[in-house]
């Protein structure tokens, strides 16, 4: 179940497949105490702001960290806008974006991807394999969620 949630990204539990919540993930490493600082997040972004340099600079040098500090991963940077648009010095034409709108429609498809996979009955090894149909049954591999729901910014004029 928690190899299943994590190949798109959850973590949880299914109280109908397991009897106890899984255990927390071990702490992270220390790091400097920059890295260990929050990272600003534009939730409250107004829609009609497009995407800015200083906020292009900030998802580059996110992503650089992730790749220095995960090298065996495979990481792909995007960022979640209210749009897809980014003005013209944020130079971001080559940056996915996960609008708001695409968002809620992956809160959507993974809630009937979980329903769908809490009311399976299988174990062990079938469970497994009923958690990877149900992922291709809602387009939530890795490289569909890539497809379905990123898109790339565009410069406004």
């Known amino acids: 179940?928690?190899?299943c949630g994590s190949s798109v990204g959850f973590e949880g539990g299914c109280r109908s497949l397991i009897d106890q919540a899984p255990p927390p993930p071990p702490p992270s490493p220390p790091r400097t105490a920059a890295a260990q600082q929050p990272r600003?997040?534009?939730h409250r972004k107004d829609a009609k702001n497009a995407l800015?340099?200083?906020e292009h600079g900030q998802l580059l040098t996110s992503q650089q960290w992730a790749q220095d500090n995960y090298p065996k991963r495979k990481i792909v940077g995007f960022i979640v806008h209210p749009t897809d648009e980014s003005t013209k010095p944020a130079a971001a034409e080559?940056?996915?974006v996960l609008t708001l709108a695409k968002l809620g429609e992956l809160v959507g498809v993974a809630r009937q991807f979980y329903t769908d996979l809490c009311s399976s009955t299988a174990?062990?090894?079938a469970l497994e394999k009923v958690c990877a149909e149900l992922l291709a049954k809602h387009g939530l591999t890795a490289e569909d969620?890539?497809?379905r729901f990123l898109t790339t910014l565009f410069k406004r004029v």
Do not use: E, N, R, V
Request: hydrophobic share 30%; glycine share 12%.
């Open 40 to 42: 600003p997040c534009k």
């Open 94 to 96: 080559k940056t996915s």
């Open 52 to 54: 800015t340099k200083d």
């Open 1 to 3: 179940m928690i190899l």
């Open 145 to 147: 969620i890539g497809k």
């Open 123 to 125: 174990q062990g090894a």
